[in-house]
């Protein structure tokens, strides 16, 4: 059974950082592309950042770039974002995601950013 868990989120200030985690099971994880995405309420989802199966590639959404970083563990099957400086719009619930070629998305972890 092809499964994602994310955990991490939390309720932090403005300026604040958090790391958001994935732990994947049910395929070869080292073999595929992860994926970071967020939706905001009454918004789409929309991608934050892709890493390619060996780390060596990484892409980000331009409303994140020099704050997000994702990394990745494939010995524990895992990919992680760390997000740093975090600002009142980054608010969303965080979705991780993998094209097996079927889309799979974890449950979802909230992020807030609030004063």
């Known amino acids: 059974q092809v499964q994602l868990v994310e955990s991490g989120g939390g309720l932090v200030q403005p300026g604040g950082s958090l790391r958001l985690s994935c732990v994947a099971s049910?395929?070869?994880?080292?073999?595929?592309?992860m994926s970071w995405y967020r939706q905001a309420p009454g918004e789409e989802r929309n991608l934050v950042a892709t890493?390619?199966?060996?780390?060596?590639?990484?892409n980000y959404a331009d409303s994140v770039k020099g704050r997000f970083t994702i990394a990745r563990d494939n010995a524990k099957n895992s990919v992680y974002l760390q997000m740093n400086s975090l600002k009142v719009e980054d608010t969303a619930v965080y979705y991780c995601?993998?094209?097996?070629?079927?889309?799979?998305w974890g449950q979802g972890t909230q992020v807030t950013v609030s004063s």
């Open positions: 995601k993998v094209i097996l070629p079927r889309p799979v």
């Open positions: 890493i390619t199966p060996t780390g060596d590639t990484t």
């Open positions: 049910g395929f070869i994880f080292s073999k595929f592309t």
